[in-house]
């Protein structure tokens, strides 16, 4: 029995971590929330640029370990993991409620809501361009994926930055949001106003959709302000991650960049 409730409380503790890698992320990680590692791998080559983080760890009495590439490859499952690895414990996931009570002073908030996004690739670089716009919250059904080694090792240190909001009933999370104030601005490759003629509100949620389909019908019906990226019309639409760079950079050349 005690066998049991011990194997049990390793599997709840493990559910509650990831790995991560890639220097940028790692360091990231190593800088805002040194108290979440829980151990770290580096292979030799890359270990000398981080002997401050292995004192640290080693006076944090947490465990870390020299290993090559090939077990690096192995831990992570993938070889671009730039020769460092840390488990960590995942980010708190907050509720819409919890989010909207820490930001209800706040004079303008940008968040993110991604309807049926899950390539990690298209992850990372939308939580890359999120934070060098300064979004604030993420908003998905599985936040988990924000947190895969992929996707934080393409956002450079950006997954670090922003919150993650359960959305696991995507509909009433955006009514939670627009019943706050915030205005839902959808995304469309063929329909809306233009980017560059469109005023954003002050506090704004702006939906993007899957690559292939774009925000579901559900989802786009509620949209108070659909935007459009104007362009030739040589392609059928630009990448998730592309059209959320162009957006949020001109939501921060109106309202952010003061």
């Not at 108290?35 to 006076?59: G, H, N, S, Y």
């Not at 944090?60 to 192995?74: G, H, I, S, T």
Request: charged share 20%.
């Amino acid at each position: 029995m005690v066998k049991r409730i011990a194997a049990q409380q390793l599997r709840d503790q493990r559910a509650q971590e990831t790995a991560i890698y890639g220097e940028n992320a790692c360091r990231a990680a190593l800088l805002s929330r040194f108290d979440d590692v829980v151990k770290a791998f580096f292979t030799p080559e890359t270990a000398p640029r981080f002997a401050d983080a292995m004192r640290a760890l080693a006076a944090a009495r947490k465990a870390y370990k020299v290993v090559d590439a090939a077990e690096l490859e192995r831990i992570t499952g993938s070889g671009h993991h730039g020769g460092i690895t840390l488990v960590v414990k995942k980010p708190e996931v907050l509720s819409v409620q919890t989010y909207l009570n820490a930001m209800q002073d706040a004079d303008q908030d940008c968040v993110l809501a991604l309807d049926g996004i899950g390539n990690p690739h298209n992850l990372g670089a939308i939580m890359r361009s999120a934070a060098h716009f300064g979004v604030q919250g993420m908003l998905l059904p599985e936040p988990d994926l924000l947190f895969s080694g992929a996707a934080t090792r393409v956002a450079e240190g950006g997954a670090e930055v922003l919150y993650p909001i359960d959305a696991s009933d995507f509909a009433m999370a955006l009514s939670q949001f627009r019943k706050a104030g915030y205005v839902l601005v959808t995304t469309s490759s063929h329909r809306g106003k233009e980017l560059y003629r469109t005023k954003f509100p002050p506090k704004t949620v702006i939906v993007f959709g899957e690559e292939q389909s774009g925000v579901s019908k559900k989802v786009a019906a509620m949209g108070d302000l659909p935007v459009k990226i104007p362009g030739t019309g040589a392609v059928e639409s630009l990448n998730v991650s592309v059209a959320t760079a162009l957006i949020l950079g001109e939501w921060w050349r109106q309202l952010g960049g003061h």
